[in-house]
């Protein structure tokens, strides 16, 4: 793995911990230990949120409701495909890393 993938895979790392409103270890404003089960719930529950926000536009606009716009709707789809693809991406590297750590020859 080269450093420009690793500082990368960091930098993703570093947005995605301050869009969940983590803080970094040993800070004095830190309340407790962050459980990891709660925040990959509480981020698969996002997820989920927005696409059902999104089919729920779908099927308003589809139905005729005048309140709701094309553009909206569109917004929404592409709000809840980026959401889904970025857990799926976020699967993905952890499954990768697992795998890296098994294969370790200690």
Known sequence: MNTSAVDSL???????????GL?????????GKVDFA????SSLDNVAQAQAK???MQKAFVL??????????????QK??????TSVQARNKIV???NDIMHMQV
């Open 10 to 20: 960091l930098a993703q790392m570093r947005v995605m911990k301050a869009a969940a």
């Open 23 to 31: 803080r970094e270890p040993g800070s004095p404003a830190q309340a």
């Open 38 to 41: 709660a925040v990959l719930k």
């Open 54 to 56: 999104s089919e729920a």
């Open 64 to 77: 005729g409701d005048q309140s709701v716009s094309l553009s909206d709707t569109m917004i929404e789809m």
């Open 80 to 85: 809840a495909s980026i959401s889904f693809q």
């Open 96 to 98: 990768q890393a697992f």
